[in-house]
């Protein structure tokens, strides 16, 4: 789940790490208030949840409460990567002398959390690591945490002075704790602020919380916004599927994580490309396969779908009662592709073969059919 910058501000200010003070305003006249209230410049961002605010015109500095308010309606009526702005952070304003990033992400391959700091912070983070990757510093983390000589020899170099590195290291540390102790898979400042003072702050603020771990947040459910979410993924929460959005043409639905991964490794290798992941997990609810038939449909980019069941606790016989309830529903205009093998399999093909349809047990068969019937739809 990836927090709006207000909130991933509200997980520092908890942790001690030197955040501005500022509040989320969705009316100008609020903006103003909000202005009024902290005193002097402040900035109005606008809180998607998409990068690229600041180029597309989403984040604006006022002097004073009227501009702040005429600021806030200009960013209030913009889209930005398709999304409406329904809300904007109006924040104290600081002077900058330096720009500096810091991040603190999963690396899935070496399986450790890794921090990532450059000299080079603001809005050409992604620029800096496309072209000079080694301006960026790296460091993977161990299984007894990041030390404090360690988070202190990340910064020496880029800042050397002894008061701008002790505060940087202590924030440092303090956003470990964000990372560790919230579930994040991404904790990130940038910029983090040096100002003319000497004082270093974390002006801006991203979270990404690991989903999986939910169950130990029960404060999770009142930060999620339901307004930026797409239909699909509001659909799968709902019903408890595990389904990420990709950019395929090959619609997929299959029973367990390890499955859905040899699906779309085998779409892949058959000269494919899958259109999402979706797992209707252990469980042979009819209403989950009508769900995700629900899910993919409301896709455009899908061109043919492939159920691709292994059962074992997940009865093929319940998998395709969904598949017929969902179709008796509302009928298919792409080509459906059916392999199903496992926990009451005969029964399962009776079930189908009374509404007309087939399943195959060869999941090499099942991919090589669906991509054909995908091109086919393509031509």
């Avoid at 305003?25 to 209230?37: F, G, L, W, Y």
Wanted: overall charge negative; hydrophobic content about 45%.
């Amino acid at each position: 789940m990836n927090l709006h910058e207000y909130q991933a501000k509200e997980l520092f200010a908890r942790h001690g790490l030197p955040v501005l003070p500022g509040q989320v305003a969705t009316t100008p006249e609020e903006a103003r208030d909000i202005a009024q209230s902290l005193g002097g410049a402040v900035v109005i961002k606008a809180q998607v949840l998409v990068g690229g605010r600041g180029k597309a015109g989403g984040v604006k500095l006022a002097q004073d409460p009227d501009e702040a308010a005429q600021k806030a309606r200009d960013i209030l009526a913009l889209h930005i990567k398709g999304l409406p702005v329904r809300k904007v952070l109006v924040a104290k304003a600081a002077d900058i002398a330096r720009e500096l990033y810091v991040a603190i992400v999963l690396d899935r391959s070496a399986k450790q959390p890794l921090v990532m700091i450059s000299a080079e912070g603001g809005v050409e983070i992604e620029e800096v690591a496309r072209q000079t990757p080694e301006k960026i510093v790296r460091h993977l983390v161990g299984a007894g945490g990041l030390r404090p000589y360690q988070a202190r020899a990340l910064f020496q170099p880029l800042l050397k002075d002894g008061k701008l590195v002790a505060q940087a290291t202590d924030i440092l540390l303090k956003l470990w704790t964000v990372y560790r102790d919230g579930d994040c898979s991404l904790a990130e400042i940038n910029p983090l602020a040096i100002t003319p003072q000497g004082q270093v702050l974390a002006l801006d603020a991203k979270v990404i919380l690991d989903d999986n771990a939910e169950f130990r947040h029960r404060e999770w459910g009142t930060w999620r916004d339901p307004d930026e979410e797409t239909p699909g993924a509001k659909l799968a929460r709902e019903f408890g599927l595990s389904y990420v959005k990709l950019e395929g043409d090959i619609g997929c639905v299959v029973n367990g994580a390890g499955l859905a991964m040899a699906t779309m490794d085998l779409v892949k290798h058959y000269g494919g490309e899958p259109a999402n992941f979706l797992d209707i997990g252990g469980s042979s609810n009819p209403d989950k396969v009508t769900a995700a038939l629900k899910i993919i449909t409301g896709d455009s980019h899908v061109r043919a779908i492939l159920f691709n069941i292994f059962g074992g606790i997940t009865r093929c016989d319940d998998v395709a009662r969904g598949i017929v309830q969902s179709l008796e529903a509302s009928p298919l205009q792409i080509p459906l592709v059916i392999r199903l093998t496992g926990t009451n399999e005969d029964l399962a093909r009776k079930i189908l073969s009374e509404k007309g349809l087939a399943a195959t047990t060869s999941m090499d068969e099942g991919v090589r059919t669906v991509i054909a019937k995908a091109q086919e739809v393509a031509a």
